[in-house]
């Protein structure tokens, strides 16, 4: 199994979604969260099965939920770009990568 690692970017992405979730319904928040750790599982367990959208960046959507994560693969870890939300324009991190 890979390693992970999540930018702090990334994590300012999650703490975004959960703020919003928790302004309506702290019980959406448990469920984005609990999607996106078992898809945090997925990509570790199988990197490779997820399409790549941009240079070597690779994208796994979350079911349910309008984000996808945004990582890529080096070595054995597996570095989590991002956390965006569908509607984000993807070239605005990229310039950060």
Do not use: C
């Amino acid at each position: 199994m890979y390693q992970l690692r999540i930018r702090r970017i990334a994590r300012q992405d999650v703490q975004d979604a959960v703020d919003y979730y928790d302004s309506f319904n702290p019980k959406v928040t448990d469920r984005f969260l609990d999607k996106l750790y078992a898809e945090f599982d997925t990509i570790t367990s199988n990197p490779y099965l997820f399409q790549v959208k941009y240079r070597d960046t690779r994208v796994r959507y979350l079911q349910g939920f309008p984000f996808g994560i945004h990582y890529i693969i080096d070595g054995e870890m597996i570095e989590v770009l991002a956390v965006l939300h569908t509607s984000r324009n993807q070239q605005d991190w990229q310039r950060k990568r």
